[in-house]
Each structure stands twice: as structure tokens, then as C-alpha cells.
């Protein structure tokens, strides 16, 4: 299989997004591209790139003809302004300018800090990114993690604007990755019915880390992921926030709990309950709710067990929702590729909530 290209056109730039198995193998032609001649390039990268990679990478840039300076990103899990001025300081001293090139390879952290420090860095930089995991993948050309500052629960963030996307799929472990399989899902349902179909029929070898599956539904995700981020129309724009209001409230509520599920896993049963919502409140069939929870299933994403009150539940969707908007709407489909934002009946939403926590409620009782 040869390095697939996709160019995503955002407006005022665009994103040049490569993907393909032993893709690293080019990376020393493409990367040269990036700049109009090779001088110096900065690479950041994550503490858990394996040496052979990271060595890799190094050698490419250098047969690219670029002189190299390599810094290893902290294991916090977080990004911090402390850590972004660190790297700032080392752009300098490394004497970095705006022809020059930075690099981030790793996980979505490193990748989205690489993205960060590139707009910062003479006003904007050119950034090559390199994911190592299927996430990052799907999301690095559009979305970055918040950056950790106290009290501002994820506020604080920028759209990353990286020159351009490297993506090696033999860097994947091959194990299920569900946290870039529920991003991949999302997408296909709000791209078109034919991407939906395409992500049903392959769900179960994208699951399987099956290379030539997952590349084909990473591409179909860029240039859905790319239409909502350019969209003009600002309900459009929140596409990709289907599940999201869910996993939030559900993510409070395993707090006080002290149990704590991962984001994938919250996003994914966001997208359970919002799908029900939508069999009333949008125009999603009750045939394609189940087709969805079987996509999932074969994605290797598993159903939550939990048991949370339903007064607790509304309470949580109304509180965590306010602090990201002044009103109670859910991203839910009106149709395939039509993800817009609804504002759901408390008739409608009471009742799905109650039949949803109950469903939950007894996969901890089998549990037992």
C-alpha cells in the first residue's frame, strides 16, 4: 500500500495530511517539503516513542538535510504552561526562526503541545506532526487537548494549524484502540450515509487493527472532520460534539464516586443515550440506534456499567452543560452527514434517562 495524501482545505491554509503502513520510510523526501530550504528542525517528542523511532525520525530529517535539535516531553499527563514555556525557551536557544520546522511525534499530549508551541513561535511556524496512535490519527490536523490551568475545566485551547499530518500505521501496536475508534465512528455519522455504511461493514476489522481498514476510515474521517471545522454554519460546527453533553454529565457523576471511566469510554456511551434521544427528538431510526451500539461493540468499545440516580443524571447535564453554554442543546443526528444542535423535550429526555440508567444499572447487577 503507497502513502495516501489528502490536502485539507481550511479557508486561509491548509493541512497536508499523509498516511500509509512503513510510511516513515518517506519521510525524509515529504518532510523536505515543508520548508522552502532545509536549515534547522526542532523535535519534540513523547517519552514513550519507542528509540528505533525516535532514532528514525532523527536520520530522516537529517538526510532531509535538516540540523536537528531533539527534546523529550515530560510523562505528565497534562499540558501546562510551564511546560509550554520551556519548550519556547529551547526554540530560542536552539535559534529556530519562521523558516524553520518543528516536529512533534508521540501521542495526542505531545502532539497537540508540538501544535501549540508552533503557532507561538514567531507568530506561526511551519509543524510536521506525527501521531503514533490511531487518536491522534483522526485528530491531530483538527483538534488539540485543553491546556491544564486551574479552575478553567478545559477552556483553555486552539485549534492546531500544523503544516502537515505524518501518519505511519505500522506505528500502531495492532491492539484495539478504542479511544481513535469512537473519534472514527463519530465522524463516518456525521460525514454521510455511504461513510456510515463503509464504517459498519469495516467496524470489525478496523477493531481488529486491520491497516488497510483503518486507513481508509481515517481519510474518510479528515475530510469530515475538516467540512464541521470550516463550516459556516455555526449549529454545523458542532458535529462532532454528538455524545459529548452525555459524557460530560456521566463523567461528573463517576466522579463523586470515585470511579472514574476514561474519555473514549464516556464519549462512546454519550453517543448510546444521544442516539435514543434522537429517535424523537432528530430523525435517527431505532435500526440504526442498534446498528450503532454493534459498530461500537465490534470497535471493541464495551457498555459502562454504572448506577447513577436519574435526578442526579438531569442535574448533571443541565450543570456541566452551563459551563460551556448558556442553553440545554445536544449535538444529535437529523439525518446522515446533518448533526445539529436540539433542544429535547424534558418529557422526552426524562424518560430515555430513566430507560437508559436502568439498562446500565443491570449490567452492574450481571456483573455481580
Known amino acids: 500500500m503507497t502513502v495516501k495524501r489528502l490536502v485539507l482545505n481550511f479557508?486561509?491554509?491548509?493541512?497536508?495530511?499523509?498516511?500509509?503502513?512503513?510510511?516513515?520510510?518517506?519521510?525524509?523526501?515529504?518532510?523536505?517539503?515543508?520548508?522552502?530550504?532545509?536549515?534547522?528542525?526542532?523535535?519534540?517528542?513523547?517519552?514513550?516513542?519507542?528509540?528505533?523511532?525516535?532514532?528514525?525520525?532523527?536520520?530522516?530529517?537529517?538526510?532531509?538535510?535538516?540540523?536537528?535539535?531533539?527534546?523529550?516531553?515530560?510523562?505528565?499527563?497534562?499540558?501546562?504552561?510551564?511546560?509550554?514555556?520551556?519548550?519556547?525557551?529551547?526554540?530560542?536557544?536552539?535559534?529556530?526562526?519562521?523558516?524553520?520546522?518543528?516536529?512533534?511525534?508521540?501521542?495526542?499530549?505531545?502532539?497537540?503541545?508540538?501544535?501549540?508551541?508552533?503557532?507561538?513561535?514567531?507568530?506561526?511556524?511551519?509543524?510536521?506532526?506525527?501521531?503514533?496512535?490511531?487518536?491522534?490519527?483522526?485528530?491531530?490536523?483538527?483538534?488539540?487537548?485543553p491546556i491544564d490551568v486551574a479552575g478553567t475545566d478545559g477552556h483553555v485551547l486552539l485549534r492546531p494549524e500544523p503544516s502537515m499530518v505524518f501518519c505511519d500505521v505500522s506505528l500502531l501496536s495492532g491492539d484495539p484502540e478504542p479511544a481513535g475508534n469512537v473519534l472514527l465512528l463519530g465522524a463516518a455519522l456525521a460525514d454521510s450515509k455511504r461513510s456510515w455504511?463503509?464504517?459498519?461493514?469495516?467496524?470489525?476489522?478496523?477493531?481488529?487493527?486491520?491497516?488497510?481498514?483503518?486507513?481508509?476510515?481515517?481519510?474518510?474521517?479528515?475530510?469530515?472532520?475538516?467540512?464541521?471545522?470550516?463550516?459556516?454554519?455555526?449549529?454545523?460546527?458542532?458535529?462532532?460534539?454528538?455524545?459529548?453533553?452525555?459524557?460530560?454529565?456521566?463523567?461528573?457523576?463517576?466522579?463523586?464516586?470515585?470511579?472514574?471511566?476514561?474519555?473514549?469510554?464516556?464519549?462512546?456511551?454519550?453517543?448510546?443515550?444521544?442516539?435514543?434521544?434522537?429517535?424523537e427528538a432528530g430523525k435517527f431510526s431505532v435500526e440504526e440506534v442498534f446498528a450503532l451500539d454493534d459498530a461500537l461493540e465490534d470497535l471493541g468499545v464495551e457498555e459502562l456499567a454504572f448506577d447513577i440516580d436519574v435526578e442526579e443524571f438531569l442535574k448533571a447535564l443541565e450543570e456541566e452543560n452551563a459551563r460551556w453554554s448558556n442553553r440545554l442543546f445536544f449535538a444529535l443526528p437529523k439525518g446522515f452527514g446533518s448533526i445539529r444542535l436540539v433542544n429535547v423535550d424534558d418529557e422526552v429526555l426524562r424518560r430515555h434517562a430513566e430507560a437508559y440508567l436502568a439498562s446500565r444499572a443491570e449490567l452492574l447487577d450481571d456483573a455481580e
Not at 486561509?12 to 532545509?38: H, M, N, Q
Not at 469495516?202 to 464541521?228: L, Y
Request: net charge neutral; aromatic share 6%; glycine share 8%.
Open 11 to 145: 479557508g486561509s491554509r491548509c493541512v497536508d495530511f499523509r498516511i500509509g503502513p512503513d510510511a516513515l520510510g518517506e519521510f525524509s523526501r515529504i518532510s523536505r517539503g515543508v520548508v522552502g530550504r532545509p536549515v534547522r528542525a526542532f523535535v519534540v517528542e513523547d517519552p514513550a516513542l519507542p528509540q528505533e523511532v525516535s532514532t528514525r525520525i532523527a536520520h530522516e530529517l537529517i538526510d532531509a538535510g535538516f540540523k536537528i535539535e531533539r527534546w523529550q516531553a515530560p510523562e505528565a499527563a497534562s499540558i501546562t504552561f510551564e511546560v509550554i514555556s520551556e519548550v519556547l525557551a529551547l526554540l530560542g536557544s536552539a535559534q529556530i526562526t519562521a523558516d524553520d520546522v518543528i516536529v512533534a511525534a508521540g501521542g495526542v499530549r505531545v502532539t497537540s503541545l508540538g501544535a501549540y508551541v508552533a503557532r507561538l513561535w514567531c507568530g506561526s511556524t511551519p509543524c510536521v506532526l506525527v501521531p503514533t496512535d490511531l487518536e491522534g490519527m483522526v485528530c491531530a490536523a483538527t483538534a488539540s487537548e
Open 197 to 279: 455504511d463503509r464504517l459498519k461493514d469495516h467496524a470489525a476489522k478496523i477493531g481488529e487493527g486491520d491497516p488497510v481498514a483503518i486507513v481508509d476510515a481515517v481519510c474518510n474521517a479528515q475530510t469530515c472532520r475538516r467540512s464541521v471545522v470550516a463550516s459556516a454554519n455555526p449549529s454545523a460546527r458542532h458535529a462532532l460534539s454528538f455524545g459529548v453533553t452525555t459524557a460530560r454529565a456521566l463523567r461528573a457523576c463517576l466522579a463523586r464516586r470515585d470511579a472514574p471511566a476514561p474519555w473514549w469510554q464516556l464519549l462512546a456511551e454519550g453517543m448510546r443515550f444521544e442516539a435514543r434521544l434522537a429517535t
